[in-house]
Every structure is written in C-alpha cells, then in structure tokens.
C-alpha cells in the first residue's frame, strides 16, 4: 500500500494561470530587473494595501530591510532595537551595516514587541549617550503588534521605525496595512509567504525621496543612463521581471488566500476546542486582523508526556509536517554578546510553541488526516 503523501507546512500555491503571467514576460525579453511586469506588480500592490505610498519591488525581503536600514542613517556602531522572537533574517541585515542589534522580548498576547521592554531598551542607549539609529518591529506570524503605539512611541523619540512585515501581508492593525505604520515597511514573498515570486521582498518608504534612493541603491547606484557612472555603493537588489510576473498571477488571487489561511485558523481552533493543555494563538480584539499565515499552538499543561517534541515527532510519523517557532535571537550564538531587554516570553514561546500546516492548497482529506492525528495524539 503506497503511503499518503506528506503534508507540508506552507508549500507554495501557484495556479495554473502563472504560466500565461510568465510566458508574457518571455514573450516581452525582460526577465531580468526592471521592466513593465515590475511596475505593475508595484502599483498592484499599492492599490492592495491602500496606500499612496511607492512601493519598491527587490530580490528578497532581507534586501529590503537592508536598504531600510541605511536609508534610516544606519551606521557602525550604532544601536538598533530589534525583536527577539524573529527569523535570524529581521537582525542580519543590522549586522551587514556593523550596528549593534539590542533585542527586545514579546508581550504574551501576541508574541511580538512589548512595550515596557522597548522603553526600557530606549533609556539604557540614552544612559549610552547613543539615542537608538531605527527600531525593527515584527508582525510575527501574520498577527500585528502593538504597532501604533509603538509608533507614537518612535516619533516621541524621533526614533525612525521599520516594521517587518514580511509575513503580515494582508493582516491590518486599526483598519491600517501592517507596513504602512512606520517610516519603512518590509514585505516578503519568499516560498512559504502568503504569495511568492519565487523569491522577493518589497520596501514601503514613508518619503518619497527615500523610494528614489531605494531604488537608486538597489540597481547598483548608477547615476548616468549612458556609461558605467556609480556614485554610491549600490547593490544587486531589483526584483527580475520573471518573479514579477509569479507575483502578479499571485495577487489574483490574494483575498482567497487570507480567506484560506484564516478558515485554518478556525479549523484548528476546533480541533483544539476540547483539549485544555492546548493554546492556539490568535488576536486578542477587532482591533488586529490578522491573515494568520502560520497557526501556532502553545503547550500550557503540566502533563509532560504531552509536549511540542513528541507531537512534532508523531505527527511526522503520519507524514505532517510541522515546526517549532524561531530560537530568540538573543539566544542565538551569534548575537550571544548583544544586549537583551525583557523576561522569558519569547524563550517560552520557543520552548512550548509548534507550527502547524497552514498552506493554501491544504486539502479537504488534508485536514482529515491532520484532524484524526490531532485526536489520536491527544486521547492517548
């Protein structure tokens, strides 16, 4: 008997239409950065979010946050206040530029930035003499942080915010896009994000003249049209007109993904309903909407037979996947001698959280079989 194919956590959903997006870039000639495709995914991603602001099409979102931060003034030495609970990819780009990332816990409502924490971090690089360079605040797994008073917060001490939004595509704060609060917004469309390119990112600037410079910066700094004239150290950061073209056959269909995404909420909400050692994370009022690009479940019992490992490890026996959540960054060996302001929220989350499939092309019998494996695990 062949076994069940394996369910993934988020695997890419591309429809059958990216083909006829992707033939016209070929039949074009402009695959490479740049071109027409390019700027009409950027004026459809405007007119998604709502926003007037210009919206800068990259390679990957990692990109976008570098440029982010050198836009800001970033330079060597400096402080940048950065959440904990993050991929390694929203404190890297810190590091690129030789600034000193100071990482800040999670609230428990949302696992993203608390407020206490960034205001503690804030008036011990004061006592440093060095008021913090930028302020990176995550929207992690699609749910919004606190992220207008983290902003008011920002403009009191004329602190410049990045929001990393890579994962909060289509998740609002206040009726708001997440990415639209600060001075800078990071969008990813790496494999596993609500929509792909292939691999991409985007950068949001509040100014305009930061968004000529982004895009300045990301071709490589040239400054004349004819011969090879650079007047800064540019980077290799365009989006191709191919991953464009992916991405516009993606936004097609982007309503019906958040949709998606937050019916599986709701189904895991289910599942869980009747098993008490089990948190699912989710918004704490109307204020937040979130697409919930990753379900998250917290273990809260004491029964230690009962914990993310061994439910990672029985769900993989019947061939799904899941995942923990990051490892904090201030735990990472890496940054082992960076400041860290908080408790252990984070490190909790870590330690009691697991991830579990939320594709769009999840499946009927999919959820079946994610379903009785739920049961099983748990009336054992």
Known sequence: MAEPKKIALALPSIEATAVDYLAEVVKQNWVTSGGPAVTKFENQLREFLQTDREVVALNSGTAALHLALKLAGVQRGDFVLCQT?????????????????VFIDSEKSTYNLALEYVKEAIKWCLKQNKKPAALVAVHSFGIPCQVEEIAKLCKDYEIPLIED???????????????????????????????????????????????????????????????????????????????????????????????????????????FTEIEEIEVLSVQNEEYYTNYWLTVIRFTGSNLTKNPERFQAFLAEKGIESRFPWKPLHLQEIYDEQHYFGAQHAESLWKTGLCLPSGCGLTKEDLNRIQQAINAYFSA
């Open 85 to 101: 609970m993050s991929f390694v990819a929203s404190s890297n780009p810190i590091a690129y530029l030789g600034a000193i990332p």
């Open 165 to 271: 939004a890579a994962e909060a595509l289509g998740s609002r704060y206040n009726d708001q896009a997440c990415g639209l609060f600060g001075d800078y917004g990071i969008l990813s469309f790496n494999g596993n994000k609500i929509i792909t390119t292939g691999g991409g990112g985007a950068l949001i600037c509040k100014d305009a003249q930061k968004t000529e410079e982004a895009r300045h910066l990301s071709r490589q700094a040239k400054s004349t049209t004819t011969g090879f004239e650079h007047d800064a150290v540019g980077f290799n950061y365009a989006m191709p007109g191919l991953n464009a073209a992916l991405g516009l056959s993606q936004l097609q269909t982007l309503k019906e993904r958040i949709q998606k995404k937050r019916e599986l909420y709701q189904f895991y909400q289910e599942c």
